[in-house]
Structures are given as C-alpha cells and as structure tokens.
C-alpha cells in the first residue's frame, strides 16, 4: 500500500491545493504525532483515504476550530480519522498498532510516559497481537509511534531520547515498519531510515511517501 505519512510539522506543499499532483496515488495516510487536527482532516478530505493517527508530546486533549458564524466548536480528535493509540486495525493488507507520546520529561499530564508507563501501554495492545497472529499468521506489519526508539534516531538530550520498551517490542513482534516523528530534520546527511532486527525504522519528518508491505509470516 503507498502510505502518505506526516508528522511535527504542516507542510505547505500538502497544506495546498496542489496535494493531489504532488503526493500522487495513496492508499493511506498516516499521523505520526504533533500536528494539529485540521491538518489532518484537510489532507483526509483531499486524498479520501483512510487515515490513522498517533498523538505526539505536544498533542492537546481538544482544539477549538471556527464554525458557523462566530461560533466556535471543541473537537477531540480529526474527524473522521482512527486513533491507533493502544490499538490494532487492519487496513487492506497492512495490521497496524499505535503508541503515541514521548519519554517523561517534565509534568505535563498528558501524552508523556516513563518508560514503566509505555510498558503498560504496551501490554494492552499484546491480545490484538496475539489474535493477529493466530488469524493472520504475524503480529503487526506497522507500528506508528511518536517517538523514536531509545538509540535509533534519537537525541541526547532527554525531551527527545526513544523508548528502550521500543527495542524490545521489536524483537518479539517483529513489526515490518517503525515509523515515527518527534526528532526535526536539519540536515540532508541526517540518517532517516534504520534496520533493527526484523523492523525498518523510519523517521517520517516532516512527511514521506513509502510503499508499505506486510511482513512475513
């Protein structure tokens, strides 16, 4: 499947009428984290695709977009998209999970973890897990995540260090694809895409265009 995935940032090549020519045939558009939701909901309404989402650190529990008249409407999430958060979907031919948020780094109650928090998180999403792998013979082609895991793609400082859980995760249930966002581009020399046992780790900021295939059984 030809995934449009985004994150951290509105880009606005895709923020733009133009989004159709310039991202082509997609199949599925994914949210890593950090964007606000009517971003979202504009490349949802001009691709018509299906859409999943993970929130990042910066996420807010509701946004306030403008209505009718002066009117102003509280929304918890993009209409119309699916929160992998803790969950399994199947779309297609690709399983996919979500984690969303990033390590504790301060005492912001929401969309941070320590990584005894993201182990628990973890632990809900083992029954899909296991139910995909009796059903369908593997545990999970795709995990979106916010952050990366610990050592790969990350950085030193602690806003931005990856989840160790991550790792392990990895190499139980052997996802086909790790994509996440939350560590900003500068250079072009910057290393996006890391092979971790049996898992592509791909950072998607500020947005990638990648044909996703599930993995082996």
Known sequence: MRALAVSDKVEPILYGAGIRKYAGQIDLIIGCGDLPYYYLE?????????????????GRE?????????????VSEPLGAVNLHKRSAKEGSLLMA??????????????QYTEWEMWLNIWELVPSLIYNRIRYGRYLDVLVTHSPPRGIHD????????FTSFLTFMRWFKPRYLLHGH???????TVTRTRFCATDVINVYPYKVLDLEPAKR
């Open 62 to 74: 509701f946004e306030y977009h403008s209505g009718k008249g002066e009117d102003w409407q509280r």
């Open 183 to 189: 560590i900003h581009i500068y250079r072009l020399d």
């Open 155 to 162: 950085q030193p400082d602690r806003p931005h260090q990856g």
């Open 98 to 111: 979500g984690l969303e948020g990033s390590i504790r780094y301060n005492n912001a109650a929401n969309f």
């Open 42 to 58: 504009y490349i949802m309404s001009m691709l018509g695709r299906p859409t999943y989402y993970v929130c990042g650190n910066h």
